[in-house]
């Protein structure tokens, strides 16, 4: 028997908790509640999951400050943000501190449900992946551990900035094309999931900027160009 999912479930609001809990336990998951960042964080450093799924606006520790202590133990794990807040700078620093998705509240059990198999999917799909490694000027990327190396040290990157410089390789001294690039690592193409995106490839240019022959550049109106001066194999 396959074993079930996973979830780490932070909300405080009690009654909108019970409810996520039990429609997701209903779909065939394992979704532990936890009604604040500090308790979730505990239970985090205590158990395995496989996704997590985080209020915004919670006591003791909110969920930015918990995805940020997760993001450190655990730079893999997919992170999913409830909020009540529509700002964009909100929904921007959810991003900045590696969101994979980000729900505003109202939303329906079937739309959050949609997001976790949509990223999880993605997220099996990459380990089932025979590995891809890349030389990129100084630097070598190990796309299945998600590792960007030169001789000197090595960098871990998050699942999102791996899947994205995957992308870049693939398509190397190329266009990237801004819109597959987000339907494929994002699912959607609309604003946040494109401010996102611009906030990963900033990232990526940091990790990239000690080898000078390597440049990720805008195309206006298209996407990006990953240059490297030397083939991908």
């Known amino acids: 028997m396959e074993e079930k999912l996973r979830i780490l479930l932070c909300e405080d609001d009690e009654n909108l908790g019970m409810l996520l809990r039990e429609y997701l336990q209903a779909k065939g998951y394992v979704a532990e ?49 409830l909020t009540a807040k ?76 791996s899947e994205l410089l995957g992308l870049l390789c693939a398509h190397a001294n190329e266009i990237l094309q801004r819109d597959f690039a987000l339907k494929t690592i994002w699912i959607d193409d609309n604003y946040f999931n494109a401010r996102s995106m611009d906030v990963y490839i900033t990232k990526l240019r940091k990790h990239l900027k000690e080898d000078s022959s390597i440049e990720i550049i805008n195309i206006h109106g298209k996407g990006y160009k990953l240059i490297t001066p030397e083939p991908e194999n």
């Open 86 to 161: 529509t700002l964009k700078e909100d929904i921007l620093e959810g991003f900045k501190i590696g969101a994979d998705d980000y729900i505003t509240k109202p939303f329906s059990m079937e739309e959050l449900t949609f997001r976790i198999e949509a990223i999880l999917r993605r997220v099996r799909g990459k380990k089932n992946k025979e590995s891809s490694v890349y030389k990129i000027g100084k630097f070598t990327f190990d796309t299945q551990k998600q590792i960007l190396a030169t001789p000197e040290k090595q960098t871990k990157l998050t699942t999102k900035e």
């Open 33 to 81: 509640l936890y009604p604040d960042g500090e308790a979730g964080y505990k239970a985090f450093l205590k158990n395995k999951y496989d996704i997590c799924v985080f209020d915004v606006m919670m006591p003791k520790k909110d969920g930015f400050t918990l995805a940020q202590e997760v993001r450190a133990a655990n730079a893999e794990i997919p992170i999913i943000f």
